[in-house]
């Protein structure tokens, strides 16, 4: 089994930013549409049985140019709207909790809401925040998958 050990957000004038293993960049600008930079997510996966506090067992958005943290989160203090405006989102997780560990994370994207709304597989989970919010483009929901 593999699971998601970590995140990082990249953002580069460069569409073809890369981390060396064992980071695997989610395909999808998280700009698309808005202009800008292009902003990435990479996450790290973890095989096996999970150690505890090595599973990611929990993500949200935070909101707000000085998120509140959740206590036991960690966070990513790149904007997920850098460049382009929009509201300040932050991407934070959790390796603590009674929740299952998450097997893979991935957005879905679209110009129109209902489509990107209807593009979430069976079995995956949609965070509920518009990854562009205020800033036009697309968009894009971060999803989620777990055991």
Not at 11 to 40: C, E, H, R
Not at 88 to 105: C, E, H, M, Q, R
Not at 120 to 125: A, E, I, L, S, T
Request: proline share 7%; aromatic share 12%.
């Amino acid at each position: 089994m593999s699971y998601i050990k970590n995140f990082t957000v990249i953002y580069s004038s460069d569409a073809n930013v890369s981390l060396p293993p064992p980071w695997k960049k989610i395909s999808t600008d998280l700009n698309k549409g808005a202009g800008g930079l292009f902003i990435y997510l990479f996450k790290q996966l973890g095989d096996g049985v999970p150690l505890p506090g090595t599973a990611v067992r929990g993500i949200t958005v935070l909101q707000g140019p000085n998120p509140h943290i959740p206590t036991n989160y960690t966070w990513d203090d790149t904007d997920l709207n850098k460049s382009v405006g929009g509201a300040f989102l932050y991407l934070a997780w959790t390796y603590f909790g009674n929740s299952k560990p998450i097997l893979d994370v991935d957005v879905v994207c679209d110009p129109d809401h209902g489509a990107a709304v209807n593009k979430v597989p069976q079995g995956w989970h949609r965070i509920n925040v518009d990854l562009n919010k205020g800033a036009g483009g697309h968009f894009i929901y971060l999803i989620y998958r777990d055991e």
